[in-house]
């Protein structure tokens, strides 16, 4: 028990971070070597764990993440023939809807249908300017690189249901 006493007294900083990764479910705390004693490092492994909807601050935060998105993607010019006929309130719920699905959320089959989405005949383009506007939002928002990545990622995994017949060429 002594044992246990001085280590957590040496290590403070290594305990604290230890008790936050345990509160938020990331398991893979490890101290490194002698000379970095008092450092901790979380393995990367571990950290993929936690759903990208948690690692951008939750559905809350996340979703004003993603209404921001849309705001710039619906007053970019690529997207704005695309958007001319189509109710914005209800495209903007379903654009939310399927960037949260997309970051971790689990949502019903009745909730999400990428079906539709070919209809839109979305090109290799605006799927890149799409991907562009992801990555300077989350930047200019001091989002980790980590992050950044995983989410463009997200929108990578359902290219081919997102891009039109004959666009991804």
């Given at each position: 028990?002594?044992?246990?006493?001085?280590f957590?007294?040496?290590?403070?900083?290594?305990?604290?971070?230890?008790?936050?990764?345990?509160?938020?479910?990331?398991?893979?705390?490890?101290?490194?070597?002698?000379?970095?004693?008092?450092?901790?490092?979380?393995?990367?492994?571990?950290?993929?764990?936690?759903?990208?909807?948690?690692?951008?601050?939750?559905?809350?935060?996340?979703?004003?993440?993603?209404?921001?998105?849309?705001?710039?993607?619906?007053?970019n010019?690529?997207f704005?023939?695309?958007?001319?006929?189509?109710?914005?309130?209800?495209?903007?719920?379903?654009?939310?809807?399927?960037?949260?699905?997309?970051?971790?959320?689990?949502?019903?089959?009745?909730?999400?249908?990428?079906?539709?989405?070919?209809?839109?005949?979305?090109?290799?383009?605006?799927f890149?300017?799409?991907?562009?506007?992801?990555?300077?939002?989350?930047?200019?928002?001091?989002?980790?690189?980590r992050?950044?990545?995983?989410?463009?990622?997200?929108?990578?995994?359902?290219?081919?249901?997102?891009?039109?017949?004959?666009?991804?060429?």
């Amino acid at each position: 028990m002594q044992k246990i006493q001085n280590f957590i007294e040496k290590n403070k900083a290594v305990v604290a971070i230890a008790a936050v990764a345990a509160a938020i479910g990331i398991v893979g705390i490890k101290v490194l070597n002698q000379e970095n004693r008092g450092s901790a490092k979380i393995l990367d492994a571990s950290i993929q764990k936690v759903p990208l909807i948690q690692r951008l601050g939750g559905e809350q935060s996340a979703q004003s993440t993603i209404s921001m998105l849309f705001e710039r993607v619906s007053k970019n010019k690529e997207f704005k023939p695309l958007l001319q006929n189509v109710d914005q309130s209800k495209f903007k719920q379903h654009f939310i809807s399927v960037v949260l699905h997309l970051f971790g959320q689990n949502l019903t089959s009745s909730q999400l249908n990428f079906s539709g989405h070919c209809k839109l005949n979305l090109t290799e383009a605006q799927f890149e300017t799409l991907l562009n506007l992801l990555d300077q939002l989350l930047l200019s928002l001091g989002v980790d690189n980590r992050e950044i990545k995983d989410a463009k990622e997200a929108f990578l995994n359902v290219k081919l249901q997102l891009v039109g017949p004959n666009q991804n060429a």
